[in-house]
């Protein structure tokens, strides 16, 4: 399912994967099948995604729920006014307190990849951090380190340091995130650790309702982190991975110039993008997906 078309229920936004519907103080976020690499929705669904980010997001925000309260009313029970399209729905949606979402993006990184690995190459730190010398691509830290984004309504989010982080949102506030970020990091790392995955890094999202902070959005995914398998790491290049590198990796073999229109994509690498992230939640969770 690439996006939803409920009539009579209104839609308050269509992201770059969810189709967010509003209930008056609740919102339902359904999980489409939609994918965007690079900032940009590719054109081609990807079969079982939208479960897949919508079940493995239930599965954290339950797990650690002790480390921060969460959006999630459930997971099962939705507005009667979704009851025609409850196959849509079934599986693939949540049900949420409204917050107002704070406009950063807490990411935390283990690993040294991506944008991180690119500016340490450039400064010998990430995001205002100081790291070792001597790091090789795909390295893994002495320890995690909390590197806050500015989140955008639309194109690329921007890297910025703590203290610009703390410098916009207030320094309390500031702390208060970055702390919570690291221990729901650490707690995970380990848990996927020991079942084959090693989660280089991640974002989450948090959101205020009557001053209370949520952890909101998606939790732990393949689209919001770096899944890779903990048997074939060997740092010094880029690993083999659970979630959509495998698609930015096609992409960058392409050479398509990181801007719309996105190509879309030949069906070998759309089953292998399927493949992985059903088996990503198969080994973090358990079991199949339902």
Known sequence: MRETNFAGVKLLTRGKVRDIYEFGDRLVLVATDRLSAFDVVLPTPIPDKGRVLNQLSLFWFEKLSDVVPNHVISGTEFPKELDPYADEVRGRSMLVRRTDPIRFECVVRGYLAGSGW?????????????LPPGLVESARLPEPIFTPATKAESGHDENISFQEMARRLGNER??????????????????A??????????????????????????????????FWPADSYTPGGSQPSFDKQFVRDYLERIRWP??????????????????????????????ELA
């Open 118 to 130: 690119k500016e340490y190459q450039q400064s010998s730190s990430v995001c205002g951090i100081s």
């Open 174 to 191: 500031s702390e208060q995130l970055r702390e919570i970020s690291l221990e729901l990091y650490r707690r995970a790392a380990e848990f």
């Open 193 to 226: 650790e020991q079942r084959g995955i090693l989660i280089a890094d991640t974002k989450f999202e948090f959101g205020l309702l009557d001053g209370e902070l949520l952890w909101i959005d998606e939790a732990l995914t393949p689209d919001s982190s770096r």
């Open 258 to 287: 990181k801007q719309p229109p996105a190509p879309e994509l030949p069906s070998d690498v759309v089953a292998a993008t399927q493949a992985k992230y059903r088996e990503v939640y198969r080994r973090l969770t358990g079991s």
